[in-house]
Nanobody
Framework: QVQVVESGGGLVQPGGSLRLSCAASGFSFNYYAIAWFRQAPGKERERVSCISSSAGTTYYTESVKGRFTISRDNAKKTVYLQMNTLKPEDTARYYC????????????????WGQGTQVTVSS
C-alpha cells in the first residue's frame, strides 16, 4: 500500500524557518523523484521544488531560490524541504508527490500524492 505523509507545517512569523518532511512507503522510493507542490486559496498549484531519484538534480521555483533547500535520505525514505526566511506569500498547503526517476514541472505527471501540510506565515 502506497503511503506519502507530509509533516512539519505550522504557523511561523515572517523571517522564520520550518522543515517539512515527506515520508514514503509502498513503492521503490530510491527510484522516484520527489517534488513539493503548494497551493494557496484561490491560486493554482505550483511546483516549489523537486529532487531527482539520484539526488543529482534539484529544481526550485524562482520565488524560493536561496531560501528553500530540498534533500533526501533514501535510507529513511524521506525527503525534506528546509524553508528559511519565510514570507507571507509562502502561506499555502504543501504537498509531496512522487514519480519515477526524473522531475517534472506538471503535477499531472506525479503518481503518488500526500494529503498535505499547512504552512502559514503571519505575524
Amino acid at each position: 500500500q502506497v503511503q506519502v505523509v507530509e509533516s512539519g507545517g505550522g504557523l511561523v512569523q515572517p523571517g522564520g524557518s520550518l522543515r517539512l518532511s515527506c515520508a514514503a512507503s509502498g513503492f521503490s522510493f530510491n527510484y522516484y523523484a520527489i517534488a513539493w507542490f503548494r497551493q494557496a486559496p484561490g491560486k493554482e498549484r505550483e511546483r516549489v521544488s523537486c529532487i531527482s531519484s539520484s539526488a543529482g538534480t534539484t529544481y526550485y521555483t524562482e520565488s524560493v531560490k536561496g531560501r528553500f533547500t530540498i534533500s533526501r535520505d533514501n535510507a529513511k525514505k524521506t525527503v525534506y524541504l528546509q524553508m528559511n526566511t519565510l514570507k507571507p506569500e509562502d502561506t499555502a498547503r504543501y504537498y509531496c508527490a512522487a514519480r519515477p526517476t526524473a522531475c517534472s514541472a506538471s503535477g499531472e505527471n506525479f503518481a503518488y500524492w500526500g494529503q498535505g501540510t499547512q504552512v502559514t506565515v503571519s505575524s
